[in-house]
């Protein structure tokens, strides 16, 4: 059966939830009797209900979950599609330049016309200027920049680029991806704290795999090799199907991406994987701990952020990195 968020969130389902949670009636007619006004289409929303996790139909009677458990399985459920999406559509851009190449040599014709709207922009290894003016150029709607590459980042913020791109917008933000590295920062922190202040935001992720630059929905740009981290000999494409599923692939990896905080709590990454899905035995695997060392980090996180379950603690994290 296919159950969607509507089905669990809606008014007459939360009543439902609602009084089965405050009365506990042990029978599906106990639950019909303590209901004001039963739905015509109250089997439907159990059904819908105890796919979702909040209860059980069996023959002897109704049991009840938790909703502090099934809101973390619901939340997870929903970041492992998000990073199973996000790894689908980052194979798929890792072969757009390649295809894009070959089509637009394939169908031009002997005046030059190409069915795809690309031109090739060449920015000096030493400072990227060409690229940035280029992209300011493009009166920007809503800039955003995926940067794999720290000298790269720190070039665009010491030159001013990214200040001077968000003053040319009106209510978006400039949006800054970077790798999830925790070495990157030290020489960062000034120039970034001066983007900042003019409305610049960064994040972190674990999927960025290369330079990008998505504009929609006039503009993106790509590397000539994709997965390269610096901006130069990149592709700009103007096609619209092309900027809006490079717009959709930057959206994946902003939902799923970090604040970029100068959090030095040794807590942080493990929340951090915990929120993309990970149990706790992968998030020890993933850091090279243990699982007891893990459960450690969980109970000082729920101590500094005021936490009293797992279910808060998620609550609180989430709140924080937004």
Do not use: K
């Not at 506990?24 to 639950?31: G, H, I, K, N, Q």
């Not at 690309?118 to 003016?133: G, H, K, Q």
């Not at 915990?274 to 101590?303: F, N, P, Q």
């Amino acid at each position: 059966m296919d159950v969607h968020e509507d089905d669990l969130l809606d008014a007459a389902s939360m009543e439902i939830l609602s009084t089965a949670y405050l009365l506990r009636p042990d029978t599906e007619a106990e639950l019909v009797a303590a209901l004001r006004e039963p739905p015509d289409d109250l089997d439907r929303r159990l059904a819908a209900l105890e796919a979702g996790g909040f209860l059980r139909r069996r023959h002897e009677g109704l049991e009840y979950e938790s909703p502090y458990a099934v809101f973390i399985a619901i939340g997870e459920a929903r970041a492992r599609r998000l990073v199973a999406e996000n790894h689908r559509t980052v194979a798929m851009m890792e072969a757009l330049p390649q295809l894009i190449r070959a089509w637009d040599l394939g169908t031009s014709t002997p005046d030059g016309d190409h069915p795809l709207a690309v031109s090739l922009i060449n920015a000096r290894s030493t400072s990227y200027d060409e690229w940035f003016r280029h992209a300011e150029a493009e009166r920007p709607t809503r800039p955003s920049l995926v940067v794999t590459d720290e000298h790269v980042l720190q070039l665009a913020l010491e030159s001013g680029h990214l200040t001077h791109l968000q003053s040319q917008l009106d209510d978006a933000q400039v949006r800054v991806l970077a790798p999830a590295d925790p070495t990157w920062g030290a020489d960062l922190a000034e120039p970034m704290a001066v983007a900042r202040a003019a409305g610049v935001e960064f994040r972190r992720s674990e999927q960025a795999a290369g330079w990008m630059y998505v504009d929609a929905p006039s503009l993106v740009a790509l590397p000539v090799w994709w997965g390269s981290g610096t901006p130069e000999s990149a592709i700009a494409i103007r096609t619209p199907p092309v900027v809006a599923a490079l717009d959709l692939l930057f959206s994946l990896l902003w939902a799923t991406s970090n604040a970029w905080t100068d959090d030095d709590e040794p807590w942080v990454d493990v929340l951090r994987l915990l929120s993309s899905g990970l149990t706790d035995d992968s998030v020890a695997r993933t850091l090279g701990t243990t699982s007891r060392t893990v459960r450690r980090r969980i109970a000082e996180a729920m101590r500094d952020l005021g936490a009293t379950s797992r279910f808060t603690l998620g609550m609180a994290w989430r709140a924080r990195r937004d």
